[in-house]
């Protein structure tokens, strides 16, 4: 267990929201505990922008218009790193990444800024890059700290983004079925900008089709796309563009009912066609990710 150190005097203001940007934000992740977490957050008026690790506003976006679309990428990107590295070995890299000396008051309102820059080893001993920085704005209600929004994902040190350079790597974490084909199931292009999965289907690790419905065949279908992307380091809500084969058409409803279930929004633009499939399949999905 890593210990917490507080840099700032018990019981000041500063104390308060150190605690809750750093200790108790990175105990909540590292649950996959939203109720954690949820304490700290004003909900009303809440909005949250994605810089998206750019320096020029220009490319910011509005990606969280609410509480809620936080909460949901949020907890995406923690259930998806902790299936990469253990809950320690995850509280260890963050604390060691992570920076809170800055913390602007003015009354009941205050801007925290939180750093991060260190490095998360997969249990595949990947390296995943932890190289950012958010803005919080928080706010002082009856006595206690909360945040009202922020915005996130600013490049760290500001001016240090650099466009990858083009070439196409297979993620080590990527795996496929006994029977695949000669394709690779999921490419990074451009390293850690945009992703690629071949088509997937409702078939297990040992190349077994799963299910008998479209409901049943469309969810462990989409359950492995996101596993094919949680390779690459992105996850559903990074998707932009899903392609869909279905063998037959008549299912398409039904398969909508899991997809807008499951998929995150704003929707991906999408693309859908009959197709005859390997026999036992009633559909196939490919998704094209830009990672953020």
């Given at each position: 267990m890593h210990e917490y150190l507080n840099p700032f005097p018990t019981g000041t203001d500063h104390f308060q929201i150190w605690q809750m940007l750093v200790e108790r934000d990175i105990e909540a992740f590292i649950q996959s505990d939203w109720a954690m977490a949820a304490q700290d957050f004003l909900?009303?008026?809440?909005?949250?922008?994605?810089?998206?690790?750019?320096?020029?506003?220009?490319?910011?976006?509005?990606?969280?218009?609410?509480?809620?679309?936080?909460?949901d990428a949020w907890l995406e990107q923690s259930r998806a790193l902790l299936g990469q590295a253990s809950a320690e070995a995850l509280r260890a890299a963050l604390l060691a990444a992570t920076t809170l000396r800055d913390i602007d008051i003015r009354d009941d309102a205050a801007i925290a800024h939180k750093k991060f820059d260190g490095q998360i080893v997969t249990n595949s001993d990947r390296v995943i890059p932890l190289r950012w920085q958010t803005l919080y704005q928080c706010r002082k209600v009856d006595g206690v700290w909360k945040i009202a929004g922020f915005v996130?994902?600013?490049?760290?040190?500001?001016?240090?983004?650099?466009?990858?350079?083009?070439?196409?790597?297979?993620?080590?974490?990527?795996?496929?079925?006994?029977?695949?084909?000669?394709?690779?199931?999921?490419?990074?292009?451009?390293?850690?900008?945009?992703?690629?999965?071949?088509?997937?289907?409702?078939?297990?690790?040992?190349?077994?089709?799963?299910?008998?419905?479209?409901?049943?065949?469309?969810?462990?279908?989409?359950?492995?796309?996101?596993?094919?992307?949680?390779?690459?380091?992105?996850?559903?809500?990074?998707?932009?563009?899903?392609?869909?084969?279905?063998?037959?058409?008549?299912?398409?409803?039904?398969?909508?009912?899991?997809?807008?279930?499951?998929?995150?929004?704003?929707?991906?633009?999408?693309?859908?066609?009959?197709?005859?499939?390997?026999?036992?399949?009633?559909?196939?999905?490919?998704?094209?990710?830009?990672?953020?």
């Open positions: 909900e009303s008026g809440f909005a949250a922008i994605d810089a998206r690790g750019f320096d020029n506003p220009d490319s910011w976006r509005l990606t969280f218009p609410a509480l809620s679309a936080y909460r996130g994902y600013l490049p760290h040190p500001m001016g240090s983004y650099t466009a990858p350079a083009p070439t196409k790597v297979a993620p080590q974490d990527s795996r496929q079925h006994v029977t695949a084909g000669p394709y690779s199931p999921v490419l990074e292009v451009n390293p850690h900008r945009l992703v690629v999965i071949s088509g997937q289907a409702a078939i297990d690790m040992q190349g077994q089709v799963i299910g008998e419905t479209i409901e049943a065949q469309a969810q462990y279908t989409l359950d492995n796309c996101a596993g094919q992307l949680a390779a690459a380091g992105c996850s559903l809500r990074d998707v932009f563009k899903v392609n869909v084969y279905l063998v037959n058409l008549d299912d398409w409803g039904r398969f909508n009912t899991v997809y807008r279930a499951v998929m995150p929004q704003p929707f991906p633009v999408r693309t859908a066609i009959q197709a005859q499939l390997l026999p036992g399949l009633l559909v196939e999905i490919e998704m094209w990710a830009a990672k953020s």
